[in-house]
T-cell receptor, first 118, second 114 residues
Framework: AQTVTQSQPEMSVQEAETVTLSCTYD???????LFWYKQPPSRQMILVIRQEAYKQQNATENRFSVNFQKAAKSFSLKISDSQLGDTAMYFCAFMKGYSGGGADGLTFGKGTHLIIQP | KAGVTQTPRYLIKTRGQQVTLSCSPISGHRSVSWYQQTPGQGLQFLFE???????NKGNFPGRFSGRQFSNSRSEMNVSTLELGDSALYLCASSSWTGEYGGYTFGSGTRLTVV
């Protein structure tokens, strides 16, 4: 079974600052995906960024980037130039690589509540 | 393109009753999964369906069941409701076309058991 750990229950930064959210995971799988999801008060889970384990290059999506350290089983999210709209719960999630179609669901961490202060 | 639609948005049920939640995935998505979100336990995987077959099930009692129809729409059912079943139930859909794009979530159904 996989586990995902987010050690920061809450973080608060000023607008325009850079913030890094931590995530570690434990798995014996060699083929897997990692994700960061954002859940604002509207409760809609929004995919922020994803990383395939076989890719060495860290994923980036505009102001969002990850630091994927496969050997250390670490997957941190960096948000640059933070904005008020980034205030939300952020969840790190793991998924085993699929075979033959379909998947086995996501394993989530407990989440980090990120607050961007004006 | 319409997103993942979950109905109803809110539901209040009495302990001992049964409830059915519905999820319509994004058109073309054949994979649907369900999650329970509570303040204490966080997000927990319930089950995953692909082409009407349950691929995997999380660690939940048999009172929790689901199914997927030929049009990929999915339902989950909880029988003999308990107070602890009060939660936000999230459905997510995904497509599998070689390059995996990630799950798209619905807005959830907030179930309150009284």
């Amino acid at each position: 079974a996989q586990t995902v750990t987010q050690s920061q229950p809450e973080m608060s930064v000023q607008e325009a600052e850079t913030v890094t959210l931590s995530c570690t995971y434990d798995t014996s799988e060699s083929n897997y995906y990692l994700f960061w999801y954002k859940q604002p008060p509207s409760r809609q889970m929004i995919l922020v960024i994803r990383q395939e384990a076989y890719k060495q290059q860290n994923a980036t999506e505009n102001r969002f980037s990850v630091n994927f350290q496969k050997a250390a089983k670490s997957f941190s999210l960096k948000i640059s130039d933070s904005q008020l709209g980034d205030t939300a719960m952020y969840f790190c999630a793991f998924m085993k690589g699929y075979s033959g179609g379909g998947a086995d669901g996501l394993t989530f961490g407990k989440g980090t509540h990120l607050i961007i202060q004006p | 393109k319409a997103g993942v639609t979950q109905t109803p948005r809110y539901l209040i049920k009495t302990r001992g009753q049964q409830v059915t939640l519905s999820c319509s995935p994004i058109s073309g998505h054949r994979s649907v999964s369900w999650y329970q979100q509570t303040p204490g336990q966080g997000l927990q995987f319930l089950f995953e369906y692909f082409s009407e077959t349950q691929r995997n099930k999380g660690n939940f009692p048999g009172r929790f069941s689901g199914r997927q129809f030929s049009n990929s729409r999915s339902e989950m059912n909880v029988s003999t409701l308990e107070l602890g079943d009060s939660a936000l139930y999230l459905c997510a859909s995904s497509s599998w076309t070689g390059e995996y794009g990630g799950y798209t979530f619905g807005s959830g159904t907030r179930l309150t058991v009284v």
